[in-house]
């Protein structure tokens, strides 16, 4: 069964620091990996995901994840935090056939002034 | 327009009664799914259908049935709400046929609460 730790339920960093949110997860094979951003009062929205090739993965808003089997990571960066970053963030995963979807819980990023 | 839309967007409720929660999609996509929100603990699959005729249970179905009236169309009913069954749900989508890479798209989510 597959499964998504991500550490931290919430991370606080000043304006214009770097991000790092962390994701760890659990899986027999390689899987297919997301991060999702859920703004208040919002439904979910894809940031970025990573299927095959480079392990390196932009999306949208600045923010890029690499993937890291070796580590079975897929931890979320974005140089220079803005203050409309301020939102949950959730990391997933799907098996190979799109299917599986498992979410990790959360981790709440706060933007400080 | 929305691509996925629920409704009611708020719901408050009384325990024991029945009620349902709607959502539909203007996307085309062959699959959806009903996931529950709670604090700390991310989103947990309710129920999924791949197609019309294909409904199943995700990791957290008891308590709930689902209806996929269409294509475009896919309802959760709590048959007897409980005070545990307050939540925020969302319904998603995804297009298996064009995508098999399993995106999900979900709608903006239903805020329950059961008195």
């Known amino acids: 069964a597959q499964s998504v730790t991500q550490l931290g339920s919430h991370v606080s960093v000043s304006e214009g620091a770097l991000v790092l949110l962390r994701c760890n997860y659990s899986?027999?094979?390689?899987?297919?990996l997301f991060w999702y951003v859920q703004y208040p009062n919002q439904g979910l929205q894809l940031l970025l995901k990573?299927?095959?090739?480079?392990?390196l993965v932009k999306g949208i808003n600045g923010f890029e994840a690499e993937f890291k089997k070796s580590e079975t990571s897929f931890h979320l960066t974005k140089p220079s935090a803005h203050m409309s970053d301020a939102a949950e963030y959730f990391c997933a995963v799907s098996d190979r056939r799109g299917q599986n979807f498992v979410f990790g819980p959360g981790t709440r990023l706060s933007v400080l002034p | 327009d929305a691509d996925v839309t629920q409704t009611p967007r708020n719901r408050i409720t009384k325990t024991g009664k029945r009620i349902m929660l709607e959502c539909s999609q203007t996307?085309?996509?062959?699959?959806m799914y009903w996931y529950r929100q709670d604090p700390g603990l991310g989103l947990r699959l309710i129920y999924y259908?791949?197609?019309?005729?294909?409904?199943n249970k995700g990791e957290i179905s008891d308590g709930y049935s689902v209806s996929r009236q269409a294509q475009a169309k896919f309802s959760l009913s709590l048959e007897s709400a409980i005070p545990n069954q307050t939540a925020l749900y969302f319904c998603?989508?995804?297009?298996?046929?064009?995508?098999?890479?399993?995106?999900?798209?979900f709608g903006p989510g239903t805020r329950l609460l059961v008195l």
């Open positions: 996307k085309g996509h062959d699959r």
């Open positions: 259908s791949f197609d019309v005729k294909d409904i």
């Open positions: 899986s027999s094979v390689p899987p297919y």
């Open positions: 990573y299927t095959t090739g480079a392990t």
């Open positions: 998603a989508t995804s297009d298996w046929g064009n995508d098999r890479e399993g995106t999900q798209y």
